[in-house]
């Protein structure tokens, strides 16, 4: 008989949560979908992670703690920084599902891990602020609402594919060309 491995079960879900949620969000996803793709039963699932919605906001915070890992705000290189987020984007592109599902279930409602979450925005914000302060970044919008547009341009089209195409173009000339209006437009907003 195989040794247990709770460790390897536990990243087999939680893998397996991430593609769940990713596809059919909080609502449409099912444990027992979960835990057949992860080869594990519910009841583990439930020992291990809680509820439904606390795997979800477990799987989001981690996706989230990944990006801010590999992709940290840099105020003195903005433009490679977003360079940066696009590329993370464009391979791991779950994490923006996942948000954007978070976004329909909840709405303007406060999140179950709101208090981390500001605190994980906040580091962000506080590393525009200290290249406004600097003088590298403009100061002409504040550094959260920065963030928040920044943030904005870099992830959009991977959040709605469908617009990039008809509006952009499907070509990787395309892509490339809206690249470069997004830095473009970054470069504007964040000159001094």
């Given at each position: 008989m195989a040794a247990r491995d709770p460790e390897a079960t536990k990243a087999r879900i939680f893998q397996a949560a991430i593609d769940e949620f990713a596809r059919h969000g909080i609502a449409g996803a099912r444990i027992d979908r979960i835990a057949s793709t992860a080869r594990a039963n519910k009841q583990l699932i439930y020992a291990y992670f809680g509820n439904k919605a606390e795997l979800f906001t477990?799987?989001?915070?981690?996706?989230?703690?990944?990006?801010?890992?590999?992709?940290?705000?840099d105020p003195d290189d903005i433009e490679g920084w977003l360079d940066r987020l696009m590329d993370y984007h464009?391979?791991?592109?779950?994490?923006?599902?996942?948000?954007?599902?978070?976004g329909l279930a909840y709405g303007s409602t406060e999140l179950p891990d709101e208090d981390e979450r500001q605190a994980h925005y906040a580091r962000k914000v506080a590393a525009l602020q200290d290249g406004q302060d600097r003088g590298v970044v403009s100061a002409a919008i504040p550094a959260?609402?920065?963030?928040?547009?920044?943030?904005?341009?870099?992830?959009?089209?991977?959040?709605?594919?469908?617009m990039k195409r008809i509006l952009v173009g499907a070509d990787d000339t395309d892509g490339d060309r809206l690249r470069a209006s997004i830095k473009e437009?970054?470069?504007?907003?964040?000159?001094?």
């Open positions: 477990q799987v989001l915070d981690k996706c989230m703690i990944d990006l801010a890992v590999s992709v940290p705000v464009a391979a791991h592109p779950e994490l923006l599902r996942l948000l954007f599902w978070e959260r609402d920065l963030l928040f547009l920044l943030i904005a341009m870099a992830n959009w089209a991977t959040v709605v594919p469908q437009a970054a470069r504007r907003i964040t000159a001094r």
